[in-house]
């Protein structure tokens, strides 16, 4: 239990742990009087819990490493993790939760696009900093109209993932000039997510040469894709577009294959996991997805990292936003460093550390990080994935600039 005491007449919070912490003592001599609580926020149970797992669990690793090595001295910090099972009335409830409990001075995620567009405004409203490494439907940063006229509607939103603007472009422009695709069927799971990257991508493949043949719509939790399978066989089309998670695409492709449709399925981040592989057998081959930076793997900063989610058996799956979710926590973490005077926390504590996220720059496992004036990420880095030998295999990385 943390029990926050406002001191009026010096203008600061002290937070205090109740039993035994409070007389223990780091390795530094200093004890540990100050207990900070970073929330997280994703689907850990049922759809899309894979990746909501490998967010958690990321942000876990930077916790535990901040205590380790005593990142802020003096302070103690600790994980809250949020289910939201991917519903944005869920998402807004477990914000809800995380502004009442005074020990929260950030919150990651969450992983939904639609469940931030619930959550933002609670958060803003207490002051709360909330950093996604998975949101990238551009009008949560840009506004609505970002398309004509970028204003950015929370100053306490970030995230340390790109915006459907750079991955859909991304995404049409290997599969026209890479993969050489001039036919493509382009579908969406009608969510904020999925329904912005398909149309983005429609807009740039159409402008770059290729011919959308066709467009249609699943729902969430669809598993019978009999009478979209034969649109799209009948449409000439050299490969699908998919516009959502994998839950639905693991099915959609396996069914399309096992039609006679041998074209690739294109899709996005939301594809990226090795669930889809799991599931979608063989029929998975040659598939192709988009995800934000460069492979974890290949970055020398993420080694230990990587080291540690083994090592700890972590479920989940790290590949997708872990890295991202391990820099997001630690822009809170380094935030509050500042924040912190003389052992105390200020009465603004919150405002303060939203204030120090958005001039803070360093250097994350996953690239430098440092936030624009939007709060979206400075690093545009973009990798092409595909399934090869079962595996997702980077085909091709960069940055993107849209055609107008």
Known sequence: MVILTSVLTTGALTLTACGSRDDKSDNSGAKNDITVTIGVDAPLTGQNSATGLGIQYGSQIAVDDANKNHTVPGVTFKLKALDDKALPATGQQNA??????????????????????QMQQVFDTANLVEISPANTAPELTQGKNWQTKKVRPYKTYFRTATTDALQGGFAADYAYNGLKKKKA?????KQTYGAGL?????????????????TDHVNTGDRDFSTLVTKI????????YYGGQYDESEVLTKQLKDAGAKIPLFGGDGMFSPTYIKTAGKASEGDLVTSIGVPVDTLPAAKDFIA???AKKYPGDYGTYGGYSYDATTAIIKAVGQVVKDGKLPSDARAQVVAAVQKNTFDG?????SFDEFGDTTNKQLTVYQVTGGEWKSVHSGSFEPKS
């Open 198 to 214: 398909a149309k983005i991508f429609n807009e740039q493949f159409t402008k770059l040469g290729g011919k959308v043949v066709g």
């Open 96 to 117: 809800t939760a995380l502004v009442a409990d005074a020990s929260v001075l950030g919150v990651v995620g969450p992983l939904n696009s639609g469940v931030a567009t």
């Open 308 to 310: 540690t989610y083994k």
């Open 185 to 189: 069927f382009v579908v969406d799971d």
């Open 365 to 369: 496992i996953s690239g430098k990080l």
């Open 233 to 240: 066989k009948n449409s000439g089309a050299e490969m699908l």
